[in-house]
C-alpha cells in the first residue's frame, strides 16, 4: 500500500487506478469510483454520501478504502479530480472561468477560485495565462 501511495503522490496520477492498484478488486473499486465521479462531476450535489450510496458501501468503508488505496480522503479525492479537470478546460478551452467552475461542479466561482489556488498554488486565470504564455514561447 505505500508503494501505491507513493506513486500516486509522486505522479499526481488520482485517477489512473490500472497503474497502482495491486487486487483486482481494488482496481475495480477506484474504476467504478473514477467512472461515477467524473460522469457526475458538473454536479454541486455530489458529495460523500452520494457517492457511497453509488458504491454500496458505508461512509466509512468507502473513506478507508480510498485513504489506504490513494493516499487522500474521499472529499479530497474528489476535489483533485475536479481541479484536475478544471486545469484541463483551462488550458484547453477558451471558456469563462464561471463557466469552468459549473462544468466542474462548483456553484460558486469565487470558492471555485478559492479552492483551486489552495490545490494549485495560482488562481485559475493565472495557470490560463502561464499556458497561454508557455505555448507562445
Request: glycine content about 2%.
Amino acid at each position: 500500500r505505500e508503494s501505491i501511495k507513493r506513486h500516486i503522490l509522486e505522479v499526481n496520477v488520482v485517477d489512473m487506478p490500472k497503474q497502482c492498484t495491486f487486487s483486482n478488486m481494488d482496481e475495480q473499486l477506484l474504476i467504478r469510483l473514477n467512472d461515477f465521479i467524473k460522469e457526475h462531476i458538473d454536479n454541486p450535489q455530489l458529495n460523500i454520501d452520494m457517492v457511497s450510496k453509488h458504491m454500496c458501501l458505508s461512509h466509512s468503508s468507502l473513506y478507508t478504502k480510498v485513504k489506504n488505496l490513494t493516499g487522500y480522503s474521499l472529499n479530497d479525492y474528489l476535489m483533485q479530480l475536479r481541479i484536475k479537470k478544471a486545469k484541463e478546460y483551462l488550458v484547453s478551452t477558451d471558456k469563462k472561468i464561471t463557466e469552468i467552475a459549473t462544468l466542474v461542479g462548483f456553484s460558486d466561482c469565487r470558492y471555485f477560485s478559492t479552492v483551486f489556488k489552495k490545490y494549485e498554488g495560482c488562481t485559475p486565470s493565472n495557470l490560463r495565462n502561464n499556458s497561454k504564455k508557455t505555448v507562445e514561447l
